[in-house]
């Protein structure tokens, strides 16, 4: 089965360089098959630091105002978008204030 990518945004002035790094180890520990990628813009300026979560078939989501402090929450959302069959997820309390941070949910293609 595919896994998920995470593409994080490096050029933003506020953007934390290290965030990505963090975000790879943060997966590792705690037993999560992702890729984690970096591009230099995204779009999401006016809500730096943005992620984008993809993976074939799946709803797809972009999240901004990522931080440090967001990843315990991004390693829930990506065990219950693992978990669903299609990304989408029942109930998005579990997330925590990465829920206030969803920017879009884009719908996997139905090909």
């Known amino acids: 089965m595919p896994q998920p990518t995470l593409t994080l945004c490096k050029s933003c002035k506020s953007a934390d360089l290290a965030l990505p790094r963090h975000l790879a180890e943060a997966l590792e520990q ?3 098959a992702a890729r984690v990628q970096e591009v230099d813009c995204m779009s999401g300026c006016t809500r730096p630091q943005t992620l984008a979560v993809r ?3 799946k709803t797809a989501y ?3 105002e990522i931080t ?7 390693l829930t959302f990506l065990r219950l978008f693992n978990e669903s069959p299609d990304g989408t997820l029942a109930d998005s309390r579990p997330l925590g204030a990465l ?3 969803a920017i879009a949910r ?3 293609d139905l090909d």
């Open 30 to 32: 705690a037993g999560i």
């Open 55 to 57: 993976q074939s078939g």
């Open 62 to 64: 972009l999240f901004g």
């Open 68 to 74: 440090a402090a967001d990843l315990p929450n991004i």
């Open 99 to 101: 829920r206030m941070k």
């Open 106 to 108: 884009i719908p996997a």
